[in-house]
Nanobody, 115 residues
Framework: QVQLVESGGGLVQPGGSLRLSCVAS????????MGWYRQAPGKQRELVAT???????NYADSVKGRFTISRDNAKNTVALQMNSLKPEDTAVYYC?????????WGQGTQVTVSS
């Protein structure tokens, strides 16, 4: 069973930066497509960024130019570098791993952007 654990969330002022990390276990990490999703109170979970097993990336329009997703297959990790943070980025951020139709999710890490 794939297990994903996120870390790195916290409180940051608008314009600040945070780096989220997700560690995977229980699988061959390199075969997974990975992603970050987020869910704000009262809203549906939404895609933030994805990175395929080959390294191709995709971003939500709302974070393009501000967020960067990356992976380190040697360490079984995927990261999300978040710069120029806005209050609208406040949410619980979830790590996702996908192999065909099978999805695994982390427990989530809280990101709060507030002055």
């Amino acid at each position: 069973q794939v297990q994903l654990v996120e870390s790195g969330g916290g409180l940051v002022q608008p314009g600040g930066s945070l780096r989220l990390s997700c560690v995977a276990s229980g699988t061959i990490f390199s075969i997974l497509d990975m992603g970050w999703y987020r869910q704000a109170p009262g809203k549906q979970r939404e895609l933030v960024a994805t990175i395929t097993r080959t390294g191709a990336t995709n971003y939500a329009d709302s974070v393009k130019g501000r967020f960067t997703i990356s992976r380190d297959n040697a360490k079984n990790t995927v990261a999300l570098q978040m710069n120029s943070l806005k209050p609208e980025d406040t949410a619980v951020y979830y790590c996702n791993g996908r192999r065909y139709e099978n999805d695994a999710w982390g427990q989530g890490t809280q990101v709060t952007v507030s002055s």
